[in-house]
């Protein structure tokens, strides 16, 4: 079983940025889509970013789009999620996270039931 631990996350100003990371431990990340998704307070989890496992296809939530980008480094078996122009609404625990097996062939990636390990996640407050 795979261990994803998230770091990164803080208090930053409208407009600001910061780098999210997906460390992985227990197994490779090598052959596996990554996924962020992202919880505030009295709202559901909700898809933020993918990269597939080969690294060449990714995938962004409409809200999101140009400004977050989502990046992989197999041989440190970590994801990155760069945030640019960070605004109130981004305010959230954001969490990586991985499905069981690899190499999926058209897995639906925005959604949460398609992975089974998920990290502790990492706060992200952006202040007006």
């Known amino acids: 079983q795979v261990q994803l631990v998230e770091s990164g996350g803080g208090l930053v100003q409208t407009g600001g940025s910061l780098r999210l990371s997906c460390e992985a431990s227990?197994?490779?990340?090598?052959?596996?889509?990554i996924a962020w998704f992202r919880q505030a307070p009295g709202k559901e989890r909700e898809f933020v970013a993918a990269?597939?496992?080969?690294?060449?296809?990714?995938s962004y939530a409409d809200s999101v789009k140009d400004r977050f980008t989502i990046s992989r480094d197999n041989a440190k078996d970590t994801v990155y999620l760069q945030m640019h122009s960070l605004k109130p609404e981004d305010t959230a625990v954001y969490s990586c996270?991985?499905?069981?097996?690899?190499?999926?062939?058209?897995?639906?990636?925005?959604?949460?039931?398609?992975?089974?390990?998920w990290g502790q996640g990492t706060q992200v407050t952006v202040s007006s």
């Open positions: 227990g197994r490779t990340i090598i052959g596996y889509t």
């Open positions: 990269i597939s496992w080969s690294g060449g296809r990714t």
């Open positions: 996270a991985s499905p069981n097996r690899a190499y999926i062939r058209n897995m639906a990636t925005m959604m949460t039931n398609s992975y089974q390990s």
